[in-house]
């Protein structure tokens, strides 16, 4: 009797202990508006709409929810689904200060948020963005911007014009050859030049793979596909001259 009544006293000042670890210092306000700009490196990963998922899986509803629990993101890691790790403050402070310390072998690459108060305030600020409906709330107060909600959402590949699409592709000894449709063939140094496959719905169309330049100086391009079959189909090693282009 005594034994368990010591032991429900002690998991109370435990569980108290952890809560104030987390708590934000000084006015809460002020620490939501700090952890909603401290957001922002999240949102090149995540997103808080419901079912938006990017490389990261959607933050919304996920306050109070075990990890790795979202049925319609295909990408967890093994180590994330079977953490026994739920996400509230203590299991966000944990998971912040070190995602790899918590759960080994996860493909989140944040390095971790050391400072204390910055954790802390970013939790004061997910608490009520990861709530059911969270995304509304702080939109609408005015905290983060729409487009930081939304998560950064690639560019939407399937209504670009002619200038972007490409009409056939060859490899040819260091370098791709990339016949646009616009009739002009660009030579790229093979190491520049990525090739993708984006089968979303804002991925390119069906035949229709695009150019995209990326890098400071705009030598790097990525090659967009609309499926692996097509990209298998269109990338041919070839030196004769615009050999591809020629057979459209
Ligand atoms: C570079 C991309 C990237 C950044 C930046 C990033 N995350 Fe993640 N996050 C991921 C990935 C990928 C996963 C899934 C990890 C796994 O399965 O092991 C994840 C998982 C999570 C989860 C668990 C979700 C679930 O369903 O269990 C939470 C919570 C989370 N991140 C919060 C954050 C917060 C808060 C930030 C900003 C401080 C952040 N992440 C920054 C990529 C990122």
């Known amino acids: ?39 922002r490196v999240c949102s090149s990963c995540h997103s808080l709409q419901p079912g938006v998922h990017l490389s990261g899986p959607s933050l919304a509803g996920l306050w109070g929810q075990k990890a790795g629990s979202l049925e319609g993101y295909g990408r967890y890691t093994k180590a994330l689904k079977a953490a026994d790790v739920v996400w509230d403050a203590d299991g966000l402070n944990a998971w912040l200060a070190d995602p790899q310390a918590l759960v080994p072998g996860t493909t989140m690459t944040l390095r971790g948020i050391a400072d204390d108060q910055a954790r802390a305030d970013l939790i004061a600020f997910l608490r009520m963005a990861m709530a059911e409906g969270g995304v509304e709330t702080v939109v609408k107060a005015g905290l983060i911007a729409e487009r930081t909600a939304a998560g950064q959402i690639p560019p939407n590949l399937s209504t670009l014009g002619a200038d972007f699409r490409i009409s056939a592709i060859r490899h040819c000894r260091d370098a791709y050859y990339i016949a646009m449709e616009s009739g002009t063939e660009l030579p790229i140094w093979e190491t520049n030049v990525r090739i993708k496959v984006d089968t979303s719905r804002r991925g390119p169309k069906k035949g229709a793979p695009v150019l995209m330049r990326s890098g400071m100086a705009g030598d790097r391009v990525s090659v967009v596909f609309s499926s692996l079959s097509e990209l298998k189909e269109t990338l041919v090693e070839s030196c004769g001259p615009r050999s591809g282009a020629e057979t459209r």
């Open 1 to 39: 009797m005594l034994g368990s009544g010591l032991g429900l006293v002690l998991a109370v000042l435990i569980a108290s202990a952890g809560a104030a670890r987390a708590e934000p210092q000084g006015d809460a306000t002020e620490s939501v508006k700090r952890g909603a700009a401290g957001y």
